[in-house]
């Protein structure tokens, strides 16, 4: 029997705590092989094939190039013990110039609503596959991710997914006032999951 080093037994247990992490841990979450079906809150993986994974800094400098920007956060719920004698009027926050599309990230989407958003993007970009489309929502959100996967499927060769999400962008840039797209709300809002 071999008797390791204090050190070497030391790195030996926090190799077998490592491969021991849950599933769901932020570290190397592998990417499903179509959309994420399960809930939206949740670990991401770290990269997303077809497209570009952007920080803020990345974000800004391409602000002045017009990048769409498609904001997927979902509608604030209205608390079920909310009092019945306050007005309800929650106020969402985005990046300035974002396009917001509550739920678009959602999977399974009616084949309704994932034909708006395809035709709203492309609404969007003017047609062009190729203009550059950034999709975020909230961080450890898979809402973004989708919206994103969604477009490569879809043929759009210059997809960006900001993780961070508004709460990334807030920490050192302005937020402004988000209405929802009003082609997007027009249609019956999907069951949230």
Known sequence: MRILPRGAAALAALALLVAAAP???????????????GPQRGYTPATLTGAAVIDAD?????????????????????????????PWLPTHRSI???????????????PEREALFLRRVAE?????????????????????????????LAGYTSVH????????????????????DAAWAALPPEAER
């Open 58 to 86: 990345r974000l800004a400098a391409m602000l002045p190039d017009k990048p769409v920007l498609l904001d997927v956060v979902l509608m604030d719920r209205k608390p079920a013990n909310f009092p019945a004698d306050r």
């Open 124 to 152: 969007l970009t003017g047609g062009d596959k190729a203009k550059p489309v950034v999709t975020f929502c909230r961080p450890e959100c898979w809402g973004s991710w989708n919206a994103g996967r969604r477009l490569v």
């Open 23 to 37: 599933a769901d841990s932020p570290v190397n979450v592998p990417e499903p092989d179509g959309l994420w079906t």
């Open 161 to 180: 997914w900001f993780p961070q999400g508004v709460e990334g962008w807030q920490d050192d840039h302005e937020t402004a006032v988000a209405k929802p």
């Open 96 to 110: 300035p110039g974002a396009v917001w599309m509550p739920g678009a990230g959602v999977a399974p989407l009616s």
